[in-house]
């Protein structure tokens, strides 16, 4: 099954770059969706960006177009989001989450939990 790895969280000052990664530890081909949310203390868990391994336009949330980029590294085994231009409104711890399937599988999207079976443990970027 999957097993995901986040890293790359950290403190960053306003108008920073932080890059984070997820690593899917476990069997290679079992995930072909992958998504990146967030979840700030007091508020919902969000969907900030999404991917089809296989290729396809990426989703990303309104409040994140133009300022992240997901993208992978199929050789290693990892989905990548790079987030420019931080503000503190970007603080948040971020999960990672994966499927076999993809969202318009189940007839869902690509910003609905449910759309994902693996979840990582999370890292948390703070922007200052």
């Known amino acids: 099954h999957v097993q995901l790895v986040e890293s790359g969280g950290g403190s960053v000052q306003a108008g920073g770059s932080l890059t984070l990664s997820c690593l899917n530890s476990?069997?290679?081909?079992?995930?072909?969706?992958v998504g990146w949310f967030r979840q700030a203390p007091g508020k919902e868990r969000e969907a900030v960006a999404g991917m089809s391994l296989g290729g396809g336009s990426p989703y990303y949330n309104d409040s994140v177009k133009d300022r992240f980029t997901i993208s992978q590294d199929s050789a290693k085994n990892t989905v990548y989001l790079k987030m420019d231009r931080l503000n503190p409104e970007d603080s948040a711890m971020y999960y990672c989450?994966?499927?076999?399937?993809?969202?318009?599988?189940?007839?869902?999207?690509?910003?609905?939990?449910?759309?994902?079976?693996?979840w990582g443990q999370g890292t948390q970027v703070t922007v200052s």
């Open positions: 989450a994966a499927a076999f399937l993809l969202p318009t599988y189940y007839g869902r999207s690509w910003n609905m939990e449910s759309s994902y079976i693996y």
């Open positions: 476990g069997v290679r081909d079992a995930w072909n969706s």
